[in-house]
């Protein structure tokens, strides 16, 4: 097991049965010209969280823990984005065209990971149509298969499709811990108070601490 200082109190997790989730880490969301800079976001705020990202997925990938990556996205002919996601977003919306393609399409250059934290052989790509990344998605079956019982939850927004993916990982019985460095909202007070909520209570839905902590810890 090993031990790390984390909020509300210290977090012990053993890394055989512990997967490193990064969470929608793609260029829609992060780089100009896609989606999230689309709906009026200013991009720089998410970029913060690529360095962490990559040294804690460094460090994952030293350790032999599992790494899961996701993305959200949908088919390009829409029929797994509902009606009411569809017309959400003001002016812009999914399936639009971009300066990276159609928004938020699979297989179009804007949907796909930044290069930064591109996955590597063997690193499962879930790919999601809502939020949270359990639901419709095959995740839980393969993280089950691989005996995986904590996650480190990385990604953006941590607000949006993080704190979704935490509490539905919450609710299927595994222990969560964000390390909040690792993760970045387009609205910063968004990002402090979801992940006040996450440690609320004891640890309501799990714990939070950052980059360097889990990265010592893994060492
Ligand atoms: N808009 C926003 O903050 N987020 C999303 O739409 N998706 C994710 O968080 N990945």
Redo the contacts with the bound molecule.
Sequence with gaps: MKTLDAQPFAYSFDPATTALIV??MQRD?VEPHG??EA?GNDVSLLRRAIDPCRRLLDAARRAGLFVVHTR?GHRPDLSNCPAAKLTRGGKTFIGQQGSMGRILIQGEPGHDIIPELYPQAGEPIIDKPG?GAFFATDLHLILQARGIRSLIICG??TE???QTTAREANDRGYEVLIPEDCCA??FPEFHRAALEMIKAQGAIVGWVSDADAVIDALR
């Design positions: 969470i929608d969301f989606f999230g709906l959200e939020k953006v927004t949006v499709c993080v909202s387009y």
